[in-house]
């Protein structure tokens, strides 16, 4: 079947993040190959390297697409009620995304010491922008201790990062990973409390 035919709407780059994410479910990134790709997409050898120059490109595409994905869910989780309602929300929306995605998660957050592309950074600040919004929106009413918002934000991600690892894992299966989740969360936002 020709390249053109297959891919008529000449998506190529879109159907080979594709393939390759569920490639990265099943070996992991360094089971990762552009040939193997091309050759689970049914295109030839070279038809990858038009679109990313080499391995490390294609884990930088996936971990921006991972962020975008990330950020969407948080856009969709709404945006009413209380403040702790609202990072509950979040939280469980980030939980939900990182059990789901747990190969995912570390291209997302990797960070390499000569790395120049900023894509994955401005990904990872876009995708977080809700959260931290929030964070500053509770600073703002008094209801979430001064700081950084950022910094905040990042504090409360590693938490829950640890969560998902567990649970993920299958560590926390004597527990119910939704009362672990909102435990997490209590002491979170008590943490979070301003101190008078």
């Known amino acids: 079947m020709s390249l053109h035919s297959r891919y008529h709407h000449g998506d190529l780059r879109a159907a080979l993040l594709q393939h390759a994410e569920v490639a990265l479910r099943t070996v992991g990134a360094d089971g990762l190959s552009l040939r193997q790709l091309a050759r689970d997409t049914g295109v030839s050898h070279a038809a990858p390297s038009r679109h990313f120059r080499d391995k490390q490109a294609l884990l930088d ?10 950020g969407a869910c948080f856009e969709q ?13 979040l939280a469980r929306t980030y939980l ?14 990797a960070r390499r010491h000569n790395s120049t592309d900023t894509e994955i950074q401005a990904a990872a600040e876009r995708a977080f922008a809700v959260p931290i919004a929030l964070i500053a929106e509770g600073q703002a009413a008094g209801e979430i201790v001064p700081g950084d918002p950022k910094r905040i934000g990042v ?3 590693a938490a829950l990062q640890g969560l998902a690892t567990f649970v993920g894992s299958g560590y926390t299966a004597d527990y119910d990973s939704a009362q672990l989740l909102d435990d997490l969360v209590a002491h979170l936002t008590l943490g979070l409390l ?3």
């Not at 921006?64 to 994905?69: A, E, I, Y």
């Not at 939900?96 to 957050?109: G, I, T």
């Open 77 to 89: 989780a709404g945006t009413d009620g209380p403040i702790t309602t609202r990072l509950r929300t």
């Open 155 to 157: 504090t409360a991600l």
């Open 61 to 70: 595409a996936l971990a921006v697409t991972g962020l975008q994905r990330l």
């Open 194 to 196: 301003p101190r008078h």
């Open 96 to 109: 939900r995304f990182a059990v789901d995605n747990p190969e995912l998660l570390p291209l997302m957050f």
